[in-house]
């Protein structure tokens, strides 16, 4: 393949998954990620969709390998697989939920990818595409769940106080480095203003681009030991107060119940706050401030 028609491929590729472009808007809507790689797995081009599913920004990905973000030597023999056969493959995400970790091992999401050369038969790969679907962004109108499922989603949605479940997500090193909306109540949708169809799937950093580490660090000690917890936080931007109460249904997830005790705490003087000890200078301990330090 001349450099030419090659280049020509790679910004059809690049164009196809842009911002404006119509298949970006279709993608988005079924909740599919895509990334673009060469032969030798460094990304060319993400969309949107995928740098949030995965945490950073779009303009982290270009020329770095896939396997040195995300070490993971099975998902690398399938790449390898691809790329040398020249077949695309496919499948869904493993039953039973996986381990904590990045979001390069292919096991946690339904994925497929598709090689691309010139139209010769036989001819050489020169760039993979992948696209990633995390289980739980469910289609819009998709339905079939289960009765039982059925009725804890009724629960679940009948629910006063806000309800989110939240995946952990490691860096290579094994370290917590975020966190994944997994799903969500109505009631969290009114407590935060943050609209499910578009976070369900996705890294709270990308959600929240200012997002305070400690919340990370918090429900990761909660996800990976097991430990309940729970702590009080104040939204400058909402000026409202809530309680945050912390538990590991299953390793490397965590449920978070959420309260807005906005009313409590204006009644109440801080060194009085049910359920806490004052040793931060009349904040409750645990409790994040706004700048202000309100």
Do not use: K
Not at 53 to 68: C, D, K, L, M, Q
Not at 104 to 115: E, I, M, Q, V, Y
């Amino acid at each position: 393949m001349s450099t030419r028609s090659r280049s020509g491929i790679e910004r059809r590729l690049a164009a196809g998954i842009a911002t404006g472009s119509p298949w970006t808007a279709v993608l988005t809507q079924a909740g599919i990620a895509v990334a673009v790689l060469d032969a030798d797995f460094a990304f060319l081009r993400v969309s949107q969709s995928y740098a949030d599913a995965i945490g950073r920004p779009p303009e982290f990905f270009p020329g770095r390998n896939y396997f040195e973000l995300f070490p993971h030597a099975a998902s690398e023999a399938v790449f390898r697989q691809v790329r040398d056969s020249g077949v695309a493959q496919a499948r869904a995400a493993r039953p039973g939920r996986p381990r904590p970790g990045h979001g390069g091992d292919l096991d946690r999401w339904h994925w497929s990818l598709t090689p691309f050369g010139d139209r010769a038969r036989g001819s050489a790969t020169h760039y993979l595409v992948l696209t990633i679907r995390h289980p739980a962004a469910s289609l819009a109108g998709e339905v079939g769940e289960a009765a039982g499922e059925d009725r804890f989603r009724g629960l679940f949605e009948t629910l006063t106080s806000g309800f989110a479940l939240h995946e952990v997500v490691l860096d290579a090193a094994g370290n917590a480095c975020d966190y994944r909306f997994i799903a969500a109540n109505a009631a969290f949708e009114a407590i935060t203003s943050l609209d499910r169809s578009r976070i369900i799937g996705r890294c709270a950093t990308a959600v929240v681009p200012q997002l305070d580490r400690r919340w990370i660090e918090r429900f990761a000690g909660v996800a990976l030991t097991g430990d309940g917890a729970q702590f009080d936080d104040f939204r400058s931007d909402l000026a409202r107060h809530y309680r945050l109460t912390a538990y590991c249904p299953e390793y490397g997830l965590v449920a978070v119940i959420y309260d807005d005790v906005t009313t409590l705490r204006c009644q109440l003087p801080a060194t009085r706050f049910p359920g806490r000890r004052n040793t931060t200078g009349g904040r409750p301990p645990g409790e994040m401030c706004d700048d202000a330090g309100r």
